[in-house]
């Protein structure tokens, strides 16, 4: 059996930690250390300060879990959370990283916004490293997504321009379906639009518009999964 343990934030430490040290992001990355495996890296790429950071040494907590013979992580995903999203997963994924226009040096960007909330999805010059909110994957079902959200048009009354959302994964196509060409497009497959960066500028919101042979409609990912 496996413990299932919550914990709820506060917006604040009431407290403060020995040293001034980040405490909570120190233990964080000793626990990823140890049960993680492989999967550390989606950790770190939240995190990439910690990679930095001593940690302290965790060859006893990684003794302690080869005594009790403790299960992989992926054993986890496989039979405790085997409906999880992993963005990088081959089986998953047909490609992943950063979704980048080459003319402005622009990529997709959440722009801070909460994933837990419905917003309008940006665009931010391209970080130079692997940002977690610059990290888009183009799924095997087809949609432009995060872990839990799906980049979507809804347009009941179609105009010239029309706003990309990201919302909850639906699973559904529909709304939140796109295709992927060679030449870089980024095509809305119910408006038949292209996703479009307009200006370029960072912090703009992007749009689909009526597909042409333009730069600010060309889009690239970072990574792209081989034969799939």
Same mark, same amino acid.
């Given at each position: 059996?496996?413990?299932? #343990?919550?914990?709820?934030?506060?917006?604040?430490? *009431?407290?403060?930690?020995?040293?001034?040290?980040?405490?909570?992001?120190?233990? !964080?990355?000793?626990?990823?250390?140890?049960?993680?495996?492989?999967? &550390?890296?989606?950790?770190?790429?939240?995190?990439?300060?910690? +990679?930095? !950071? =001593?940690?302290?040494?965790? =060859?006893?907590?990684?003794?302690?879990?080869?005594?009790? $013979? /403790?299960?992989s %992580?992926?054993?986890?995903?496989?039979?405790?959370? *085997? @409906?999880?999203?992993?963005?990088?997963?081959?089986?998953?994924? %047909?490609?992943?990283?950063?979704?980048?226009?080459?003319?402005?040096?622009?990529?997709?960007?959440t +722009?801070?916004? =909460? =994933?837990?909330?419905?917003? #309008?999805?940006?665009?931010?010059?391209?970080?130079?490293?692997?940002?977690?909110?610059?990290?888009?994957?183009?799924?095997?079902?087809?949609?432009?997504?995060?872990? @839990?959200? /799906?980049?979507? #048009?809804?347009?009941?009354?179609? $105009?010239?321009?029309?706003?990309?959302?990201?919302g909850?994964?639906?699973?559904?196509?529909?709304? $939140? @379906?796109?295709?992927?060409?060679?030449?870089? &497009?980024?095509?809305?497959?119910?408006?038949k639009? /292209?996703?479009?960066?307009?200006a370029?500028?960072?912090?703009?919101?992007?749009?689909?518009? *009526? /597909? $042409?042979?333009? *730069?600010?409609?060309?889009?690239y990912?970072?990574h792209?999964?081989?034969?799939?």
């Open positions: 059996p496996c413990s299932r #343990v919550g914990h709820i934030f506060r917006s604040f430490h *009431p407290y403060s930690f020995p040293g001034n040290k980040d405490t909570h992001g120190i233990n !964080t990355a000793r626990t990823v250390e140890v049960w993680m495996d492989d999967y &550390k890296r989606l950790f770190y790429m939240h995190r990439p300060d910690l +990679l930095s !950071t =001593d940690i302290g040494n965790v =060859d006893r907590r990684l003794q302690f879990r080869s005594d009790r $013979q /403790c299960q %992580f992926d054993w986890f995903l496989d039979n405790i959370y *085997p @409906e999880k999203f992993i963005l990088d997963s081959p089986e998953q994924v %047909f490609a992943y990283g950063r979704l980048r226009n080459p003319n402005f040096d622009t990529c997709l960007d +722009l801070q916004n =909460d =994933d837990n909330d419905n917003y #309008v999805l940006g665009q931010y010059s391209c970080h130079k490293f692997m940002a977690a909110a610059q990290f888009f994957s183009f799924s095997r079902g087809f949609e432009i997504r995060r872990e @839990e959200n /799906c980049a979507q #048009v809804i347009a009941p009354f179609p $105009q010239q321009q029309e706003a990309v959302f990201m909850k994964c639906l699973g559904q196509g529909g709304s $939140q @379906e796109w295709a992927h060409t060679k030449e870089g &497009k980024i095509i809305h497959k119910a408006t639009k /292209c996703l479009d960066a307009g370029g500028n960072s912090m703009d919101s992007l749009y689909v518009a *009526p /597909c $042409q042979n333009i *730069p600010s409609q060309v889009w990912f970072d792209y999964v081989k034969n799939a």
